[in-house]
Structures are given as C-alpha cells and as structure tokens.
C-alpha cells in the first residue's frame, strides 16, 4: 500500500524489474545480498510474492558458485536460503585458508606431516627432531607421549 502511494509508476516499475533480475555482486557477501533483496521485496510488498516465491527468486539470484551447491534443496523463506549460503560460504573460506595453510587437515581430519618434518607440538622450541633427541640422551619424549603422530 505504501508502495502505491508514495512510489511514482515509473520507480515502481524500476524496482519491480530489479526484483526480477536481482543477483548477487561478485564483492557481495550473501547476508549483504539478503539485505538488499529484502530491502527491494519490502517495497514491493505482495508484488514479491509469497514467501516461497520470494526464496525461490533469492535464490536463482546467488552466485553461480553458492546456487550450484544449493540447487538440490527447497527452501520455505529466504533467511532459509540465505543461512545455507552463508554456511556454503563459511565452508569454502576455510577451504581457500587451508590451501595456504602448511598444517593443514586432511578430509578425513588427520594433521598432514609438515614438509620439513618439523612440528611444533614435537619440537617444543627444538630447531628439529634430531636436535631434540640428542638433548634427551638419544630418544624422543615427546614422540613417545604423543601417539597421534606416525613418527616418520
């Protein structure tokens, strides 16, 4: 109703067709999306539709990168959409941290063994383990108390 009154035609023809064709900016987080999509759906009022209406064009409006992993799923409202988006989100940030992480888990969630075979819950400040051991006599106690690590 307000949208009627206080809207010329013409800006009320505007929103309709960004609502339409809304898709989310390759610098827009998906919560900024949200916002901006609401912001629009609450001007148009019942012209956006019903709720499912309005999380389906949510929706088709991600990113291609997030839609793809949320196509498979049907959603009643859009903070439905926009909550498994975020998470898709949260998920590949870490994926992109743990490319650029040495120590980083595998899947399964087994530390990789650094490199260098260096590790820091081994060395306790020990340049390596050699240096370690032959501080110790010529054994390793950290490596003996620690059984999580394959002592290669």
Request: a neutral charge.
């Amino acid at each position: 109703l307000f949208f009627l009154q206080f809207f010329p035609r013409a800006e009320q023809e505007r929103l309709k067709r960004e609502y339409h064709s809304i898709r989310q900016t390759s610098t827009e987080t998906s919560t900024e999306f949200m916002q901006r999509f609401l912001r629009i759906a609450g001007f148009l009022g019942v012209a956006a539709g019903t709720e499912e209406e309005q999380a389906k064009n949510f929706q088709w409006g991600l990113r291609r990168s997030t839609l793809n992993h949320l196509m498979c799923m049907s959603y009643t409202d859009v903070v439905q959409v926009a909550n498994a988006a975020r998470n898709y989100e949260i998920l590949h940030e870490r994926d992109d941290e743990d490319t650029e992480r040495p120590d980083k888990r595998h899947k399964s969630g087994d530390r990789q063994q650094p490199t260098s075979q260096q590790s820091s819950h081994r060395s306790y400040g020990h340049h390596n383990d050699r240096q370690g051991s032959d501080r110790h006599g010529g054994s390793d106690n950290h490596r003996s108390s620690n059984n999580n690590y394959s002592g290669s």
